[in-house]
């Protein structure tokens, strides 16, 4: 078995902020995800990584940045956070088809 | 339209009773998994059911591909299945990418 961990759970910015979150694995997956989830419109992916130092633009990835230190861990940035944004963010990581989550960060912007 | 479409919406259970919840695709997929999401927590993975059926304790994954449609059942339910409950697909994307359904929304009475 294995765990995703992600750092931090709750996450309190400023309008215009950088904010950045971490999410890290140890079932040895290859791909991982950062997908964001709010109220009503169910998951959307925002980056994923097939491998190491690898990123893919989902459907949500504008005003995101993502990067894949190593196999192991896949950071979000929000380059810029907007006033009054609640959502939550949750990574995931696979091996073929089958993919796990972490527990969220959920994000609240004053 | 929307590639994935759960039903119902919502739905009201009295403890013990059976419920089906529904999942429609537009495209032909690689790959699908249904999660379960309590109020505030992460995705658990239910099954990963690309075809066919599964059973794990009380709940049966079925998908037809040719029909487009994979339902979730769940027998005797009990107060602790209350949550929503989350059907994902990779409709044939590259890098496993999955379009989660809104969801269904279960309380089930004591």
């Known amino acids: 078995g294995g765990i995703i961990t992600q750092t931090p759970k709750f996450l309190i910015g400023q309008e215009g902020q950088k904010l950045t979150l971490k999410c890290q694995q140890n079932f040895n997956h290859d791909t991982m995800y950062w997908y964001r989830q709010d109220s009503g419109k169910g998951l959307r992916l925002i980056y994923y990584?097939?491998?190491?130092?690898?990123?893919q633009k989902g459907d949500l990835s504008e005003g995101y940045d993502a990067s894949r230190e190593k196999k192991s861990s896949f950071s979000l940035t929000v380059t810029s956070a907007q006033k009054n944004e609640m959502a939550v963010f949750l990574c995931a990581s696979s091996i073929y088809y089958e993919q796990y989550f972490g527990p969220g960060t959920r994000l609240t912007v004053l | 339209g929307q590639q994935v479409q759960q039903s119902p919406a919502s739905l009201v259970l009295q403890e013990g009773e059976n419920a089906e919840l529904q999942c429609n695709f537009s495209?032909?997929?690689?790959?699908m998994q249904w999660f379960y999401q309590r109020p505030g927590g992460s995705l658990v993975s239910l099954f990963y059911?690309?075809?066919g059926t599964k059973h794990s304790g009380r709940l049966t994954s079925t998908t037809v591909i040719k029909e487009r449609r994979s339902s979730l059942h769940i027998s005797s339910s009990q107060t602790t299945d209350s949550g929503t409950y989350l059907c994902?697909?990779?409709?044939?994307?590259?890098?496993?990418?999955?379009?989660f359904g809104i969801g269904t929304r279960v309380l089930v009475r004591p």
């Open positions: 994902a697909l990779d409709l044939n994307s590259a890098g496993n990418k999955l379009t």
């Open positions: 990584s097939i491998t190491e130092n690898d990123l």
């Open positions: 059911n690309p075809s």
């Open positions: 495209t032909s997929l690689n790959s």
